[in-house]
């Protein structure tokens, strides 16, 4: 996606409170001003990193994806931009239906509409949508007669989306950011009413993910070594890895049900299926790899970490007493 030439067209701000507190909706009675200033705040603090943001969705309704309310009333933006005001009315009243949980806050809810951001050189419209919960304390200096007076002043953070979501016309992927959404995700589960997407990234991901539950799994101090090197020499000897091959790799160190939480566990967590046929490249597993083989349990409460990049753990002989615990650590060196 390039947004470099992308430009805002149409931004509305309502603010929604909470359902369950009763605290109600305040609709702007016309469209907000975006001024040159203005815009380029816009596109650099918002539309970027929404286009950049790692976790892409699509849209989801259990029987007709038309029934769902966001990609309702965005698509009828898209259609005809002049609907933006009565349709972010409808988007804003849709925010406040799924405001039921106790934890969210009221707070200002932005709606911007953007032109020319790219997508394989061809040019769409984007909607953004970005509920503000918190605001910041700055200071501002005011001339009072000749003396520069510091004020403290409440504004909106430019530097961290608090939730957000970027819509596209002509492609069905949610660009979405929720930093504030680890108690509720009522803004990806109520309000916008999407599903992971199962991209080349979100795969890589999720199978580093497989990797760090296995691991974890693990008591034995030998076989985690032995798992260490079996992801690696996986690794280095194929250019792709799939799930079929980690899951054969974990079936020598974890038995059938610890199997099953870890796969059932991080595909639900994702939300797609992580069938056998899935394959990731051997080069960006690698991290997640390196990650793992890095720290070495020794007993419980106890672990071996390296940080060199050129050593490696060869074997750890663990000798217990009621008293002691005496390890031998064997570190292969690389030259």
């Not at 992308?6 to 701000?13: D, F, H, L, Q, T």
């Amino acid at each position: 996606m390039d947004v470099s030439s992308a430009k805002v067209e149409k931004i509305i701000v309502h603010n929604v409170g909470n359902k369950i507190r009763e605290e109600g909706i305040k609709f702007s009675t016309s469209e907000a001003l975006a001024n040159k200033d203005l815009s380029e705040l816009l596109l650099k603090h918002y539309l970027l990193p929404l286009s950049k943001a790692d976790s892409c969705f699509e849209f989801f309704h259990e029987s007709d994806i038309n029934l769902n309310e966001i990609h309702n009333f965005s698509t009828k933006i898209f259609k005809n931009s002049n609907n933006f005001q009565e349709q972010s009315i409808n988007i804003a009243k849709h925010l406040y239906s799924s405001s039921t949980h106790p934890n969210i806050s009221g707070g200002d809810f932005i709606i911007i509409l953007f032109s020319e951001i790219k997508i394989d050189d061809k040019s769409c419209y984007g909607i953004a949508a970005l509920k503000i919960e918190n605001k910041d304390d700055y200071l501002d200096i005011e001339n009072n007669k000749g003396v520069l007076q510091p004020y403290e002043k409440t504004g909106i953070s430019l530097t961290k989306i608090q939730k957000g979501a970027l819509i596209l016309s002509n492609v069905d992927i949610v660009y979405a950011i929720d930093n504030l959404g680890q108690k509720t995700k009522f803004w990806l589960d109520s309000f916008l009413k999407v599903i992971p997407l199962k991209t080349h990234s979100s795969c890589v991901k999720a199978s580093g993910e497989i990797l760090k539950s296995i691991s974890s799994k693990i008591n034995e101090t030998s076989s985690s070594i032995a798992l260490n090197d079996e992801i690696d020499s996986k690794i280095k000897s194929s250019d792709k890895v799939s799930i079929k091959d980690i899951k054969n790799i974990a079936r020598n160190h974890l038995n059938s049900e610890d199997m099953d939480s870890v796969f059932s566990s991080i595909s639900e967590r994702y939300g797609f299926d992580l069938s056998d046929d899935i394959e990731i490249e051997s080069k960006a597993l690698q991290p997640y790899a390196n990650k793992i083989s890095k720290k070495t349990k020794i007993d419980d409460g106890i672990s071996l970490l390296i940080t060199s990049k050129t050593h490696h753990v060869e074997k750890i002989s663990v000798t217990r007493t009621d008293e002691k615990l005496q390890a031998l650590i064997e570190i292969n060196i690389k030259e």
